[in-house]
Nanobody
Framework: QVQLQESGPGLLKPSQTLSLTCTVS??????????WTWIRRPPGKGLEWIGT???????YISPSLKRRTSISMDPWKNQFTLQLNSVTPEDTAVYYC??????????????????WGQGIQVTVSS
């Protein structure tokens, strides 16, 4: 069974860079037909798709976050990483990694089919 697990710092100060890693077990990042995504849920709000990386190392980033966001992968370790620069308190959220299929693009109404990681709380505060 494919499982995903997020890891990284849970508390940041404004202007710092967030780096989260998703470790995938039971499957390969290079398997055809799958995509690897990051999604977040701010407190009291809905899901926001952040971006996706595919098996060819091509990334697709939400327009609202594109200038601050990058996604990378390490197929040997079965890991992919989110980097979000210049964080503010509005970046406070539970961050999830999840597997997608058929398309790299997602939204609150069209979330990745999964499986999903359990999520990690990230708080940005001065």
């Amino acid at each position: 069974q494919v499982q995903l697990q997020e890891s990284g710092p849970g508390l940041l100060k404004p202007s710092q860079t967030l780096s989260l890693t998703c470790t995938v077990s039971g499957g390969s990042l290079t398997t055809a037909g799958f995509y690897w995504t990051w999604i977040r849920r701010p407190p009291g709000k809905g899901l926001e798709w952040i971006g996706t990386i595919d098996k060819s190392d091509t990334s697709y980033i939400s327009p609202s976050l594109k200038r601050r966001t990058s996604i990378s992968m390490d197929p040997w370790k079965n890991q992919f990483t989110l980097q979000l620069n210049s964080v503010t308190p509005e970046d406070t959220a539970v961050y999830y990694c999840a597997r997608g299929e058929y398309s790299p693009y997602y939204s609150e109404n069209n979330p990745p089919p999964g499986p999903w990681g359990q999520g990690i709380q990230v708080t940005v505060s001065s």
